[in-house]
């Protein structure tokens, strides 16, 4: 169980969290998204689920963690808007048993790999679940950027960035903007 480590309150909810499984047989230890601990233990497969309290910055974080090892994520929303959660703060314990009955899914979102290669070679790699965004920098001048989608190549771009976006990323682009709100699939 994981709270962003800027919000107190939702370090209080998760120790909350992680007393209540105790209670249920369940050893679910917690920490804020910073405690290398934790990331190391999500990293090495030791946990089924990870539960994560906060804002949906928290669960981005959460998605950059889990998805290069297969954990899913139950959100559990202590921020303010909340687009990325399955239960708010105040009822987490009902979202709890009900998957403890075994009566929860598992919504699996489009996510993005990015790359950064150099003469070939990947320097980085990172996984979104929102975006991924290619910009000049502080230099100002155009950029030419080559885009491939599954090894093919799609486009070459002369301009400012790029923004590649999942269907989450570009809702949430659309929220923000007073747009339409679809459906993640």
């Known amino acids: 169980v994981t709270a962003h480590p800027k919000l107190p309150d939702g370090l209080k909810v998760a120790g909350a969290i992680s007393e209540y499984l105790k209670t249920q047989g369940i050893d679910a230890p917690h920490g804020s998204l910073n405690d290398e601990d934790l990331r190391k233990q999500v990293k ?9 309290v906060g804002g949906d910055g928290t669960m981005l974080r959460a998605a950059h963690l889990c998805a290069p090892c297969g954990v899913p994520i139950l959100g559990i929303n202590h921020g303010r808007l909340g687009f990325l959660f399955q239960t708010e703060s105040g009822n987490w314990q009902g979202m709890i048993d009900t998957l403890l009955k075994g009566e929860g899914w598992i919504e699996n979102r489009m996510m993005l790999r990015a790359e950064h290669l150099r ?34 190549k799609l486009a070459t771009y002369v301009a ?11 809702t949430a682009y659309a929220l923000a903007a007073g747009g339409p709100i679809l459906p993640p699939e």
């Open 119 to 152: 003469s070939g070679e990947i320097i980085s790699k990172w996984y979104a679940l929102n975006d991924a965004v290619v910009s000049r920098g502080q230099f100002v001048r155009p950029v030419h950027l080559s885009a491939s989608v599954d090894g093919l």
């Open 160 to 170: 400012d960035g790029l923004i590649a976006s999942t269907p989450t990323g570009s």
């Open 44 to 52: 090495q497969g030791k946990f089924d689920l990870l539960a994560a």
